[in-house]
Structure formats: structure tokens, C-alpha cells
């Protein structure tokens, strides 16, 4: 179902600055609301297939009404990225990977994708609404990339990383999603997916 074009978003709209991006801080209960229920019908129906009108109503919202918290379907749904990136690093912070450096980087990016493929209907949409929002229009896009850099730079264990430090775990991250996205469209299987992101840690990250 397409949804209508939306009105102009207002300068007060809470998301069209980029949110905190320190772990912990609580959103506001309406936008917490949005985003879990937002999370429940793409990952049934992916996101072509969800209106906006949809998921006001879950919470007692018209379409206008999420407008003026969320000023596009986009914005809405690179939101519900950044809340799956938030939980990776929870994850990460109950149970660290082992050990440092390239190992653990693997480690994580192994757990990221088990985690994104149990659910490839909410995976697939994801990635590609985040894939072709503008950072400069959706800021929380940027926010996506900048805390994924920071959990790896973080489980390798690198306080102080330099340019080419940044350089090859940025390069790792574009690689890693190209990987996700070929086995969510079935061209590869989940262990050459495993494979694949192994030898792309032992290839990238050996100076780290």
C-alpha cells in the first residue's frame, strides 16, 4: 500500500536531527512506540507492503500524526536500523567477543548476521532503506554507520585507531553488507556468508 506524500516536516519534528547516540538514553514513549511497532509489521510484510497509515494506527495515530515524529516512511524505518544496531552493542556488552583485533571483529560480524537472518523479511528492508538514505536528509543513517564503526574499533580492542585503522574497518562494514545482502537474496548460503566474511577479516584487518 503506498502511503500519501507526506507534509513538510517542522523544525520540532525529535528525528530529523540525529538522536543521542550514547547507549541507554530512553526515547520518548510515543516514538519508542512507533519504532517497536513499526519493527513488528515490516518484519512480517517488509517495507513496501507497510504504510505509514499502518503503523499509526497500532499506536492510535493518524498518517499526519507520525509525520510530525518521523518526517518520512525512511527516516521511521533507518530508526528502526539504529534500535537493531543498539541491541547488537547490548548484546556485545552481556557477552564480549574473545579475545582482540581481527578474531574478534570476525566474531561479532558473525553474531550481527545470525542475528539479521533469522529475520529477512525486517533484514532485507533494512538494509535497504539505510543503503539509500541520504545522511544528509536522515541523519540517524549516519548514526547507523558511525556507532557500527564504534563497536568494532571497540572489540578489537582499538581506544586510538588511526586513518588506516578507520580505512580498513569502513571497508569491512561495506564488504560485510554486501554479504548480508547477497545471502538474503539466496545467491550465497549462511556458512560460505561466514566464509566469506573471514577471509575478508584476514585480508582487511591484518594490521590491525
Same mark, same amino acid.
Given at each position: 500500500m503506498n502511503s500519501p506524500t507526506p507534509p513538510s516536516p517542522s523544525r520540532s519534528a525529535p528525528i530529523?536531527? &540525529?538522536r543521542d547516540?550514547? *547507549?541507554g538514553r530512553p526515547l520518548? *514513549?510515543?516514538?519508542?512506540?512507533?519504532?517497536? #511497532?513499526? /519493527?513488528?509489521? +515490516? =518484519?512480517?510484510?517488509?517495507?513496501?507492503? %507497510?504504510?505509514?497509515?499502518?503503523?499509526?494506527?497500532a499506536v492510535g495515530l493518524t498518517g499526519?500524526? $507520525?509525520?510530525?515524529? +518521523? &518526517?518520512?516512511? /525512511? !527516516?521511521? +524505518? %533507518?530508526?528502526?536500523m539504529v534500535e537493531q544496531i543498539d541491541q547488537i552493542r547490548d548484546n556485545l556488552d552481556r557477552r564480549p567477543p574473545a579475545g582482540q583485533g581481527p @578474531?574478534?571483529?570476525? #566474531? %561479532?560480524? $558473525?553474531?550481527?548476521t545470525r542475528a539479521l537472518l533469522r529475520r529477512p523479511a525486517l533484514s532485507t528492508a533494512m538494509i535497504q532503506s539505510n543503503s539509500t538514505?541520504?545522511?544528509?536528509? $536522515? *541523519? @540517524?543513517?549516519?548514526?547507523?554507520?558511525?556507532? +557500527? !564503526? =564504534?563497536?568494532?574499533?571497540?572489540?578489537?580492542?582499538?581506544e586510538n585507531p588511526s586513518e588506516d585503522d578507520s580505512t580498513a574497518v569502513r571497508l569491512m562494514m561495506q564488504l560485510w553488507l554486501g554479504v548480508i545482502q547477497s545471502c538474503l537474496?539466496?545467491?550465497i548460503s549462511i556458512p560460505d556468508a561466514e566464509s566469506d566474511i573471514r577471509t575478508a577479516c584476514d585480508l582487511l584487518?591484518?594490521?590491525?
Open positions: 530529523s536531527a &540525529p547516540e550514547k *547507549p520518548e *514513549p510515543r516514538v519508542e512506540q512507533l519504532i517497536a #511497532e513499526a /519493527t513488528a509489521l +515490516f =518484519q512480517d510484510a517488509g517495507y513496501r507492503n %507497510v504504510s505509514v497509515e499502518e503503523i499509526g494506527a499526519p500524526a $507520525v509525520y510530525r515524529y +518521523f &518526517p518520512s516512511k /525512511t !527516516h521511521l +524505518f %533507518v530508526a528502526v @578474531d574478534a571483529i570476525y #566474531e %561479532v560480524l $558473525v553474531r550481527a538514505a541520504n545522511a544528509a536528509t $536522515v *541523519p @540517524d543513517a549516519g548514526k547507523v554507520d558511525r556507532v +557500527f !564503526h =564504534q563497536i568494532l574499533l571497540e572489540a578489537a580492542g582499538i537474496n539466496g545467491r584487518l591484518t594490521r590491525l
